[in-house]
């Protein structure tokens, strides 16, 4: 099998959405699904995907901060947010997820940013980027709770309703809000705790 690594092109469009969505419907890195495909506009960005045999198998797209802590958790210096990784299921054991990196550590370095964050609430990227040996840089978990009198007290004064609320804490805040509050738990909305890596290069 002959695998690429190249620059995402304008007529990769349909293929990404395509390969995008099988990932997501394994994964849970997102917490929603889109129909079109990112722009980044007013950032510069790496975009990149892996290739077997004329095939679109692997994605990776990061974000470049204009500022510090524009995106990132940490905001020593500027850094690249990377909101999109992953492979299909079919090609594990190709080093796919290790190419895109190496890859986009590259295209960092041509632009002048020294630092990717990587963060992720699923399991087996976490495992992953331990793994590879990545420095786990902060976590917090993400859940959706139902919304307190109080809160929909002021929805109604100003006539909206809500739903839910999605909300983040830190891990350690986390046994005082599940008692406190009506969490979700069912899936998809299922709380998960999201755990940030970097590199720095």
């Known amino acids: ?114 630092r990717l964050e990587y963060w992720t609430q699923d399991r087996s990227a976490q495992r992953y980027y331990q793994r590879i040996g990545m420095k786990e840089i902060g976590r917090h978990y993400r859940f959706r709770m139902r919304a307190t009198p109080e809160f929909n007290e002021i929805a109604v004064k100003d006539y909206f309703g809500i739903e839910y609320i999605y909300a983040i804490c830190m891990p350690e805040e986390w046994p005082l809000i599940k008692q406190k509050y009506d969490i979700l738990t069912k899936h998809p909305l299922e709380p998960h705790l999201c755990i940030g890596y970097e590199i720095r290069f």
């Open 1 to 114: 099998m002959e695998m690429e690594i190249r620059e995402y092109r304008p007529e990769d469009e349909a293929e990404w959405m395509r390969v995008h969505a099988i990932i997501l419907s394994i994964s849970h890195a997102w917490n929603y699904s889109i129909q079109e495909r990112p722009l980044y506009e007013g950032h510069e960005s790496t975009k990149l995907v892996a290739v077997a045999d004329g095939k679109i198998v692997g994605l990776t797209d990061t974000q470049y901060e204009n500022e510090p802590g524009e995106f990132c958790f940490l905001k020593d210096s500027k850094g690249g947010y990377v909101l999109e990784f992953g492979r299909l299921p079919d090609f594990s054991g190709h080093n796919i997820g290790k190419l895109l990196i190496d890859a986009t550590v590259e295209d960092a370095k041509r632009k002048d940013f020294h």
